[in-house]
């Protein structure tokens, strides 16, 4: 995090964030072909599989057979849609207003996008069948859909889990979508999770909480829809996917037992350990194409830090940078998520402490400098601090941006965004945005 304002506005910082979007811009055109996932393996660690279900896949997945496959011939696992969810088990979505079905179909009838965050048509095009269902609740406008593909064994059908598990952190197909909270599933099948995004649309904002359940060879997705202005809590997908996962298991296997509970837990991610996911990112109104990451050079930071993690002798930092980089955005635009791990918790929170001094002094230091605090971060074990700095560049123009850092067990975390001409963030966003990079930081090592 070393540097000057003055060196950040050559052209050697913009070069070296464009050539940084250009690698972002190859990894998102290798996500987009599904080329790898992530799953979660013995020990929480995370592996990579190949998102077409195995590394023998291969092709267009629009043109797979889905349940016209000859395979299904041979199955009778889920050969009909009565093992869908009725109108009555969409009750468990709501009792308020009547739920109808609006929409049956199986794979060959199946859309490509039918649930929040699918890159492609099925996870396994190799599978057995996929069936689809849709519902709609004409007095609340809620919706939902219950989304089930059927494989060949268990096996397959964990790396279809995988692979939706994967879309969920990426949220590559979707416009101006974040990730809010995420759930971890017990009592639910073999394993499973719980996602919850927002979807700007206006002045209420469109929540979206999904569930992925693997059931022995299925791999089941519930999604429920619905309007608000604060995030759902996860009951009533939560309700409603087990209601689901009860008529399919018996056929499928992965009934699992106890009660089904959902605990609050980070995603799986295919990022390096330590760093947001990219649907974590805050959303930005002007830009309708999904955050990529990349690696980035620890050294972005203005006149008021004074210090850096080296300085401040941590053990080990990195930093990463989020780009969109298939938007129209000036080379400038990204923000930076520096990482650094200290000998112990009271190392890193005197190292953030010096961080919060000098910034809230740097406009008595500073003369071209005005710095106001936009949050304070206290919450779970981090304490931080936001801001948002203007610096006087001369000639009526000014440079403007958001920082942010916080301490959480023996880690700081260092949040750097430039301003730009429509493309910023509120106080509350990007406060929320310094937590959630925090979280993340726990896992770095």
């Not at 989304?147 to 060949?152: G, I, K, L, P, R």
């Not at 880690?411 to 937590?435: C, E, G, H, K, Q």
């Amino acid at each position: 995090m070393a540097g000057s304002h003055r060196a950040q506005r050559g052209g050697g910082r913009a070069a070296a964030r464009e050539a940084r979007r250009e690698k972002a811009r190859k990894r998102n055109q290798t996500i987009a072909a599904g080329v790898a996932v992530v799953v979660l393996v013995g020990g929480g660690g995370i592996a990579a599989l190949n998102a077409f279900g195995g590394d023998d896949s291969s092709g267009d997945p629009k043109n797979s057979k889905g349940p016209g496959d000859d395979k299904s011939a041979d199955s009778k696992v889920l050969a009909d849609d009565t093992g869908l969810l009725d109108v009555a088990g969409a009750k468990a979505l709501g009792s308020t207003g009547t739920w109808s079905v609006t929409k049956t179909a199986d794979g060959a009838a199946a859309e490509d996008h039918e649930f929040v965050c699918q890159s492609q048509r099925f996870a396994d095009p190799s599978g057995l069948r996929t069936w689809v269902r849709k519902f709609a609740n004409a007095s609340t406008k809620d919706s939902a859909v219950q989304f089930v593909e059927v494989s060949n064994d268990a096996a397959a059908a964990e790396k279809s889990y995988a692979t939706i598990v994967g879309w969920f952190s990426q949220c590559a197909s979707e416009k101006r979508t974040r990730l809010s909270t995420s759930y971890l599933l017990s009592g639910m099948g073999d394993k499973g999770w719980i996602a919850v995004y927002g979807q700007a649309t206006g002045p209420k904002t469109r929540w979206r909480s999904v569930s992925v359940t693997l059931a022995g060879q299925a791999t089941l997705v519930v999604e429920h829809d619905t309007n608000g202005t604060t995030p759902p809590q996860p009951d009533a997908v939560l309700a409603a996917s087990a209601a689901a996962l009860q008529k399919i298991c018996p056929q499928t296997g992965g009934c699992g037992s106890g009660t089904p509970a959902a605990k609050i837990s980070l995603l799986p991610t295919s990022e390096p350990a330590g760093f947001m996911a990219p649907a974590e990112l805050p959303i930005i109104a002007a830009v309708d194409k999904p955050w990529v990451s990349t690696p980035g050079k620890v050294g972005n930071t203005t006149q008021c830090e004074l210090t850096d993690p080296k300085k401040a002798k941590a053990a080990k930092f990195t930093t990463q940078t989020y780009l969109a980089p298939e938007a129209k955005t000036p080379t400038e635009f990204g923000l930076d998520d520096t990482v650094a791990r200290f000998s112990s918790a009271n190392a890193a929170t005197a190292y953030v402490n010096l961080v919060r001094k000098n910034v809230d002094g740097c406009q008595k230091r500073v003369v071209t400098a005005k710095v106001s605090s936009s949050g304070i971060l206290t919450k779970n074990g981090i304490k931080g601090e936001a801001w948002e700095a203007t610096f006087d560049t001369g000639s009526g123009k000014k440079a403007k941006y958001r920082m942010g850092i916080a301490a959480v067990e023996n880690r700081a975390v260092y949040l750097y965004f430039p301003v730009l001409p429509n493309l910023d963030v509120s106080d509350s966003a990007f406060l929320d945005t310094l937590r959630r990079a925090a979280e993340r930081s726990q896992s770095y090592k």
